[in-house]
C-alpha cells in the first residue's frame, strides 16, 4: 500500500510565525492529497486538499504545494495563531486513503 | 444534514472480550472507512465498505471484522481483545464513487475503547 512519511512529529512556533509540513509518499499514481486537523478530543478535519494537476493551492493562512517529480507535498500554514494548535494529518490514496502519522503544532502566543 | 455518528463513544472492555462499535455515515453517502487511531501510529487503515462489500481491507489481524447494512450503516467487531487494542476508533464515510482520489472522507468523532 501507500507509504506516507510526514516530518516534524512535533512543531512549536511562536504566534505570527509561519509553519511548514512536509510529507513524502511512494506511490506515483497518487492523484490526491489532503490535509486534516485534529484538534484535541475531536475528529480529524479537512482542512484543504490538492489534486495532481496543480502544483499550489491556497486557502486564507493555509496553502499546500506538490512536487509530483519528487513525490512529496507540503503545508504551509502563515500568521499562525494560538487556534492553529492541534495535530495536522497529511494523506494519500493507495488502496485506502492512507495518513501519515501526524505533526503536532503548538503555537505559543 | 447530519454528519457521521459513531456509537458508542466510550467503552471499557477487559481482554479476551469482543467490542461491536456503529457508524452511521452521512446520508447518501455509501462508502464508510474504519481507522485505529493511537498515539504515535496516526490513522492506521482498517477496511472499506462500499455497497455492503469489504472493498479494501488494512494490515489488522483475523480478530478484526466489519459488515455494512443496506442502508449503509457499518458495524466493526474485535474479537478476543487484547490490551493493545486499546485505541481511538474512527470511521469516515464518502460517497465511495471513483475510489480515494475521488471522495473526500468525513470522519465520526470516534469510538474510544479501553481494554483492562
Known amino acids: 500500500g501507500e507509504n506516507v512519511e510526514q516530518h516534524p512529529s512535533t512543531l512549536s512556533v511562536q504566534e505570527g510565525d509561519s509553519a511548514v509540513i512536509k510529507c513524502t509518499y511512494s506511490?506515483?499514481?497518487?492523484?490526491?492529497f489532503p490535509w486534516y486537523k485534529q484538534e484535541l478530543g475531536k475528529r480529524p478535519q479537512l482542512i484543504i486538499d490538492?489534486?495532481?494537476?496543480?502544483g499550489e493551492k491556497k486557502d486564507q493562512r493555509i496553502a499546500v504545494t506538490l512536487n509530483k517529480t519528487a513525490k512529496h507535498f507540503s503545508l504551509h500554514i502563515t500568521e499562525t495563531q494560538p487556534e492553529d494548535s492541534a495535530v495536522y494529518f497529511c494523506?494519500?490514496?493507495?488502496?485506502?486513503?492512507?495518513f501519515g502519522k501526524g505533526t503536532s503544532l503548538l503555537v505559543t502566543p | 444534514k447530519a454528519g457521521v455518528t459513531q456509537t458508542p463513544r466510550y467503552l471499557i472492555k477487559t481482554r479476551g472480550q469482543q467490542v461491536t462499535l456503529s457508524c452511521s455515515p452521512i446520508?447518501?453517502?455509501?462508502?464508510v472507512s474504519w481507522y485505529q487511531q493511537t498515539p504515535g501510529q496516526g490513522l492506521q487503515f482498517l477496511f472499506e465498505?462500499?455497497?455492503?462489500?469489504?472493498?479494501n481491507k488494512g494490515n489488522f489481524p483475523g480478530r478484526f471484522s466489519g459488515r455494512q447494512f443496506s442502508n449503509s450503516r457499518s458495524e466493526m467487531n474485535v474479537s478476543t481483545l487484547e490490551l493493545g487494542d486499546s485505541a481511538l476508533y474512527l470511521c469516515?464515510?464518502?460517497?465511495?464513487?471513483?475510489?480515494?482520489?475521488?471522495?473526500?472522507?468525513?470522519f465520526g468523532a470516534g469510538s474510544r475503547l479501553t481494554v483492562l
Open positions: 465498505y462500499f455497497s455492503e462489500t469489504q472493498r
Open positions: 446520508s447518501g453517502h455509501r462508502s
Open positions: 490538492i489534486r495532481s494537476n496543480v
Open positions: 506511490d506515483s499514481a497518487s492523484n490526491y
Open positions: 469516515a464515510s464518502s460517497l465511495g464513487t471513483g475510489g480515494f482520489g475521488a471522495n473526500v472522507l468525513t
Open positions: 494523506a494519500a490514496p493507495g488502496y485506502a486513503l492512507n
